[in-house]
């Protein structure tokens, strides 16, 4: 069963950090550059950022750059993003995706995960 699962949102303060880990199973996940994605209700889903296949590219969202990283374990067949110094404005679902391109859009993405929720308090 081809998936992707997300894990480790959650409540945390203002200037804390949270880890979010996103596993997948199903297909070569060594084949595809991964993304990270956050909506908020009522509003689009917004680019957070990108690692390749390798883990040697990444690139961010100017709103996160500096604060979050992302990173990958292809033997683990997970890609993490660790977020520091989160602000209230970070409070979204987080999804992390699959694509044969690394881009920041959306579109390119053929697999998506279920979503995790992070709720940053002020």
């Known amino acids: 069963q081809v998936q992707l699962v997300e894990s480790g949102g959650g409540l945390v303060q203002a200037g804390g950090s949270l880890r979010l880990s996103c596993e997948a199973s199903g297909f070569t996940f060594s084949y595809y550059h991964m993304g990270w994605f956050r909506q908020v209700p009522g509003k689009e889903r917004e680019f957070v950022g990108t690692?390749?296949?390798?883990?040697?590219?990444?690139y961010y969202a100017d709103s996160v750059k500096g604060r979050f990283t992302i990173s990958r374990d292809n033997a683990k067949k997970t890609v993490y993003l660790q977020m520091n110094s989160l602000k209230p404005e970070d409070t979204a679902v987080y999804y992390c995706a699959a694509a044969l391109n690394n881009s920041p859009n959306p579109i390119l993405y053929s697999l998506w995960g279920q979503g995790t929720q992070v709720t940053v308090s002020s």
């Open positions: 690692i390749s296949k390798s883990g040697g590219d990444t």
